[in-house]
């Protein structure tokens, strides 16, 4: 039988191993993380993409991840787009690209290269307004205002599509198409409005459809 002490030793001894164990298999780890600290980050991929944005051509270098939202706000300085859900459901980012509207928080910047970008500050000024603005302004088709820019370049793409689908040989003039409202709320479905002023924004559109001039 073993004495009190032998076994004492031995269990000292045995700790001092086990602790010894760990601190080698923590040094590679220690020296890795060590590695990568001092390791450059990977800088991000750029690209030059050339737009043209309410008629003035840009060049812009841009990260590759860069959306076309963002290339417009912040990198262009156009803030009249807005920033809603950044997920392509409320229409707050609407932009016409090339006569069609897009979401351009779900759109990256490097895939509009050489593409004609219209914002709500391209459509018109506070001097010489369009008309879906002057209509939106006397129908308070808004509360908050800040769907209001996505609205407006939505329901100009939105007339332009129904003129370009009419039959060559029928009118292409809106005023003789005789839109419903329940057909332009279907139309404008894309885009939320927080505050509520659907039926406000209908009259608005629907008073210019039937002007003819959008």
């Known amino acids: 039988m073993q004495d009190t002490h032998e076994l004492d030793v031995t269990r000292r001894g045995l700790m001092k191993a086990g602790a010894?164990?760990?601190?080698?298999?923590?040094l590679p780890a220690t020296i890795a993380q060590a590695q990568a600290a001092e390791a450059p980050s990977p800088q991000p991929v750029r690209a030059t993409v050339r737009l043209n944005v309410n008629g003035a051509a840009h060049t812009l270098s841009l990260d590759?991840?860069?959306?076309?939202?963002d290339a417009l706000?912040?990198?262009l300085h156009l803030t009249g787009t807005k920033k809603g859900c950044d997920h392509g459901q409320c229409g707050a980012c609407t932009v016409i690209v090339n006569g069609q509207r897009i979401n351009s928080c779900l759109s990256l910047a490097?895939?509009?290269?050489?593409?004609?970008?219209?914002?709500?500050?391209g459509l018109g000024t506070p001097g010489k307004l369009h008309p879906l603005q002057s209509a939106f302004v006397a129908?308070?088709?808004?509360?908050?205002?800040?769907?209001?820019?996505?609205?407006?370049?939505?329901?100009?793409?939105?007339?332009?599509?129904?003129?370009?689908?009419?039959?060559s040989h029928a009118t292409a003039?809106?005023?003789?198409?005789?839109?419903?409202?329940?057909?332009?709320?279907?139309?404008?479905?894309?885009?939320?409005?927080?505050?509520a002023a659907y039926a406000n924004i209908i009259a608005a559109i629907d008073e210019v459809a039937r002007g003819g001039k959008a």
């Open 20 to 26: 010894a164990t760990a601190a080698a298999g923590a």
């Open 64 to 69: 590759t991840r860069t959306s076309l939202l």
């Open 73 to 75: 706000r912040e990198h």
């Open 110 to 121: 490097v895939m509009h290269e050489g593409d004609s970008v219209t914002t709500i500050e």
């Open 139 to 167: 129908h308070d088709g808004y509360q908050c205002g800040y769907c209001t820019p996505g609205q407006i370049c939505s329901a100009v793409a939105m007339l332009g599509e129904i003129k370009a689908g009419v039959p």
């Open 173 to 195: 003039d809106l005023a003789d198409i005789h839109l419903s409202e329940a057909e332009l709320r279907e139309r404008m479905s894309g885009n939320i409005c927080r505050c």
